[in-house]
C-alpha cells in the first residue's frame, strides 16, 4: 500500500509561482519501480495530466499547457515529489493530485486510469 500527501497550494497572483510537494509513503514504495505524477481538476472539467516523472529521476514528460511553465522533480532521500509552476495562469486553477503507479518497465502514462495511489488533493487558486 502507497499513501500519498499533498501539500503547497493556495491562491496566487496571475504570473507567480507555487511549489507543490507529495510526500510518499508504504511499505510497498521501497521498491523503486514507479511513475510519479501530477493531475489536475478544474470545476465543471475532467481530470487532466499534468506531468510525470520515473522514480529513477530519468524521465519526465508535460502536457503542452505546462511545458515550460511546470518542473516536476523528486527527492529520492525524502520520497517526495514537488512540482514547481512558474508562470501561473488563471486556467491553471484546480485541485491538484498526487498519483503513484507501481510500473515494473517504468512506463510513463498520461491517463489517470493506470494509477492506482492518489492523494486526497491540494487547491491551487490563481487570480488574474
Known amino acids: 500500500q502507497v499513501q500519498l500527501v499533498e501539500s503547497g497550494g493556495g491562491l496566487v497572483q496571475a504570473g507567480g509561482s507555487l511549489r507543490l510537494s507529495c510526500a510518499a509513503s508504504g511499505r510497498t514504495f521501497g521498491s523503486g519501480r514507479f511513475v510519479m505524477a501530477w493531475f489536475r481538476q478544474a470545476p465543471g472539467k475532467e481530470r487532466e495530466f499534468v506531468a510525470a516523472?520515473?522514480?529513477?529521476?530519468?524521465?519526465?514528460y508535460y502536457a503542452d499547457s505546462v511545458k515550460g511553465r511546470f518542473t516536476i522533480s523528486r527527492d529520492n532521500a525524502e520520497n517526495t515529489v514537488y512540482l514547481q509552476m512558474n508562470s501561473l495562469k488563471p486556467e491553471d486553477t484546480a485541485v491538484y493530485y498526487c498519483?503513484?503507479?507501481?510500473?515494473?518497465?517504468?512506463?510513463?502514462?498520461?491517463?489517470?486510469?493506470?494509477?492506482?495511489?492518489w492523494g486526497q488533493g491540494t487547491q491551487v487558486t490563481v487570480s488574474s
Open positions: 498519483a503513484a503507479d507501481r510500473n515494473p518497465r517504468l512506463l510513463i502514462h498520461t491517463s489517470g486510469l493506470l494509477y492506482e495511489y
Open positions: 516523472i520515473r522514480w529513477s529521476g530519468d524521465s519526465t
